[in-house]
């Protein structure tokens, strides 16, 4: 499975857009795109997945850059409760995911 | 509702004691597996199952064992549990539909090995 790199760390105003990136340039031509989240602790919670075009759901938008090659979680509308760790994961299935580190994003009022 | 269980939440033991967390989950779901979380090393893979009597290690398997003779539960048993196994656990199911894939985590073990 490709790596990724995400920023360490970053914060965001609440009610604000939180734009969160992600290089993947190793990817391949199917591997799939899987951004997560964890709260303090908690298990990990699916936001939303995607191949080569953009994604909406309830939660969050994905865009993915023409050549695959890095991508952008949008949460249009943060609130507190968007405190959390955020994983972009790189996957040819949902069967194996490898977490890395990911970006601790801080929402504050 | 849709869930994975885990159980228990938190557990102090000690080094040689054997144990068992188990795991169920009811959206019946084929694949299930476990991963444990380590400061600085993220969550990683221990075992997964892709169904009933199917089982494969993951990245970090030793030390561990699992069972699958039903559907809905995965247990994580430690044999002989030490200390470096102390570690936050989470079981998780997947369900996959077309290009849909999405894991289910449960709420996560604590165990501490003393």
């Known amino acids: 499975d490709a790596k990724t790199t995400q920023p360490t760390s970053m914060d965001c105003a609440e009610g604000r857009a939180a734009n969160l990136p992600c290089n993947h340039s190793?990817?391949?031509?199917?591997?799939?795109v899987y951004w997560y989240r964890q709260i303090h602790s908690q298990g990990p919670q699916y936001i939303i997945h995607?191949?080569?075009n953009n994604e909406t759901n309830e939660m969050a938008s994905l865009i993915i850059t023409e050549d695959r090659k890095s991508s952008t979680l949008i949460l249009p509308h943060a609130t507190l409760r968007d405190t959390a760790v955020y994983y972009c994961i790189v996957s040819l299935n949902d069967y194996k995911l490898s977490f890395g580190a990911g970006t601790t994003v801080t929402v504050r009022a | 509702e849709a869930q994975v269980t885990q159980n228990p939440r938190y557990l102090i033991t000690v080094t040689g004691k054997k144990l068992t967390v188990t795991c169920s989950q009811n959206?019946?779901?084929?694949?299930m597996s476990w991963y444990r979380q380590d400061p600085g090393l993220g969550l990683r893979q221990i075992y997964y199952s892709m169904n009933v009597e199917v089982t494969d290690k993951g990245d970090v398997p030793e030390g561990y064992k699992v069972s699958r003779k039903e559907k809905r539960n995965f247990p994580l048993i430690l044999e002989s549990p030490s200390p470096n196994q102390t570690s936050l656990y989470f079981c998780?199911?997947?369900?996959?539909?077309?290009?849909?894939?999405?894991?289910?985590f449960g709420p996560g073990t604590r165990l501490t090995v003393l």
């Open positions: 959206m019946n779901h084929e694949y």
């Open positions: 995607g191949l080569k």
């Open positions: 190793t990817i391949s031509g199917n591997e799939y």
């Open positions: 998780a199911s997947v369900v996959v539909a077309g290009s849909y894939n999405e894991q289910f």
